[in-house]
């Protein structure tokens, strides 16, 4: 097969290629303690119910779940603003909109525990806990109130 090109050209594009397929396999510069030192977790996780620590051996910072839990959890003003507004506000696939007394009205209906249930366990597209899996119980329902007192 006779190609346009000279077979300078051919044989120099062949190379070029075959280059740079190599460097594409080639392993990350570092050794392997190295890498592994770079993609170690930043901290570990301890769960207040149980002391226990989650993560690398190595990491030597603790993550806390929630600043505002340390300091006796979020209002619930806090709590809608950070993590339900996003939903709440435009009244995203059908959640009741903050204010609109008209779509509360059949979720109020209910029971103020069965608003808080649905918020801890999700309901439709909602998911469990909203958009908050850190949040307690109680920030959960301090928003709960702060949504409903807006529409009674």
């Known amino acids: 097969m006779n190609l346009p090109f000279p077979k300078f050209v ?3 594009a062949t190379g070029l290629f075959v280059l740079l397929a190599q ?3 080639a392993a990350p510069a570092g050794t392997d303690a190295e890498i592994r030192s ?8 301890r769960t207040a119910e149980s ?16 600043p505002a839990a340390a300091e006796g ?4 003003e806090e709590t809608y603003n950070t993590y339900c507004v996003a939903c709440h506000a435009a009244g995203v696939a059908g959640a009741p909109k903050y204010g609109d007394a ?3 009205e059949p979720r109020l209906a209910k029971g103020i525990e069965t608003l808080y249930e649905s918020t801890y366990n999700g309901l ?6 909203g958009t908050c899996s850190q949040c307690s119980d109680e920030d959960l329902r301090n928003a709960v109130d702060y949504m409903v007192s807006a529409v009674q």
């Not at 770079?38 to 996780?45: D, E, F």
């Open 10 to 12: 051919r044989f120099t």
């Open 23 to 25: 460097g594409a396999v």
């Open 38 to 45: 770079r993609i170690a977790p930043i901290g570990n996780l």
């Open 51 to 66: 002391g226990e620590q989650e993560g690398s051996e190595g990491a030597d910072q603790e993550v806390a779940l929630t």
């Open 73 to 76: 959890g979020l209002s619930g």
């Open 102 to 104: 008209e779509a509360w």
């Open 124 to 129: 439709n597209i909602m998911p469990p806990r």
